[in-house]
């Protein structure tokens, strides 16, 4: 039976921690960051471009400019089983799907990612919702414990079928032209991809928009939510086919409690907020028998409701203004429907965190 564990402390309650070294492959300078800025002897502090320096194995470690300060995150912890470290020093390959709140604007017909280039195309952070970093940015070179080279599917205003709910746009890609993406191009396993079952994550944080989108209508959403489900696991079932084994399932956030739905009324919140809570009790639900039905099938569930529920119901303890206010620093909500970069820092420590002692 899959169950759901959680510990989320608001931030004061956290004790920092200074940060030492960087690790091989790990983030150590650049615009905006935070972290460490000296590497373990035998590497030395890259610079690759204005956003990201990685230390890269070599014979000598160098200090960029930036200062070093502490860090602090909170945590969210929900697990259904783990993979064991490979090491550090060859590749581990992280391949994800979703909508606005994933992507970086990764694309299968350019540079595909290599080491000093995690994400490919266009070089990190990407093109992302806040113009920022977001989560799985901060997980490829900050949270991470090993090289990650990450394939980054996912696609702004993304549903999981455009055939069951459409997005705003016909050019967008659903979850399942990402599927099929990656099953038509690396999937296969080539040789600049050359993943194995052991050391490949597959993520997918998407139904947001589905909801968004189809939440007002007639008819029952419950059932509704069935079939999202049905032609979501669908795709991920494809994706074991191929050799996938590790998967993270993110689920969706209050969006109900955006600035953009807010400004809708209280009675379109209450609606969207009940299709949300049925569509996450269900996926969790979904998680835990895909597990149970598929032999060496590990899964890790990051409850985002929860998360971001927590700092919104306490901003200024989490380091925000307020719950409701969008676009400036010190802001939760980067624009009126996405979290801030400054958010998907802490998103991002605590999936670093769930994923425990993988590779990832």
């Known amino acids: 039976m899959f169950k759901l564990g959680l510990s ?16 091989v492959w790990a983030q150590c300078g650049d615009i905006g960051w ?4 000296t590497c373990v002897a035998g590497t030395t502090c890259t610079v690759l471009n204005d956003y990201y320096s990685q230390c890269i194995q070599g014979t000598v470690s160098t200090t960029p400019s930036q200062p070093t300060t502490t860090t602090s995150i909170i945590t969210t912890t929900t697990s259904t089983g783990g993979s064991t470290p490979t090491g550090t020093n060859q590749p581990n390959f992280w391949f994800s799907f979703g909508d606005s709140y994933t ?9 595909a990612p ?6 490919g195309n266009p070089p990190y952070p990407g093109y992302t919702a806040v113009g920022g970093t977001n989560w799985i940015d901060l997980n490829t070179v900050t949270y991470n414990k090993s090289l990650i080279l990450t394939y980054n599917y996912a696609y702004g205003g993304a549903t ?25 191009t690396v999937a296969s396993k080539p040789a600049n991809a050359s993943w194995t079952s052991d050391n490949a994550l597959f993520s997918f944080w998407i139904g947001i928009n589905d909801i968004g989108n189809s939440y007002y209508l007639s008819g029952s959403r ?26 993270l399932f993110i689920n969706v956030p209050p969006v109900d409690r955006s600035p953009l ?38 899964t890790w569930l990051w409850d985002s409701n929860v998360a971001f529920t927590a700092i919104l119901n306490n901003p200024t303890a989490n ?8 676009g400036n620093t010190g802001d939760f909500w980067g624009n009126n429907y996405h979290p801030s970069s400054a958010a998907h820092t802490i998103f991002a420590g605590q999936i670093g965190q769930l994923l425990g002692n993988t590779v990832w």
């Open 8 to 23: 989320v402390l608001s931030l004061s309650a956290l004790v920092s921690v200074v940060v030492a070294q960087q690790p």
């Open 34 to 37: 935070t972290g460490g800025t």
């Open 103 to 111: 992507q970086t604007g990764f694309t299968t017909d350019g540079a």
């Open 114 to 119: 290599s080491v000093g280039n995690p994400l």
């Open 160 to 184: 999981i079928d455009a055939t069951l709910v459409q997005p705003y746009e016909p050019t967008v890609l659903s979850l399942t032209d990402q599927v099929n993406e990656f099953l038509t």
């Open 222 to 247: 419950d059932a509704f939510s069935d079939t999202l489900l049905d032609a979501y696991f669908a795709l991920v079932q494809k994706v074991v086919s191929a050799g996938g084994r590790n998967f």
């Open 261 to 298: 739905m807010l400004a809708q009324g209280a009675s379109a919140q209450a609606a969207e907020k009940t299709v949300i809570t049925g569509f996450n009790s269900k996926l969790a639900t979904r998680v835990s028998n895909f597990k149970s039905q598929n032999s060496g099938v590990q």
């Open 319 to 326: 380091g925000f203004v307020d719950a409701t206010s969008y």
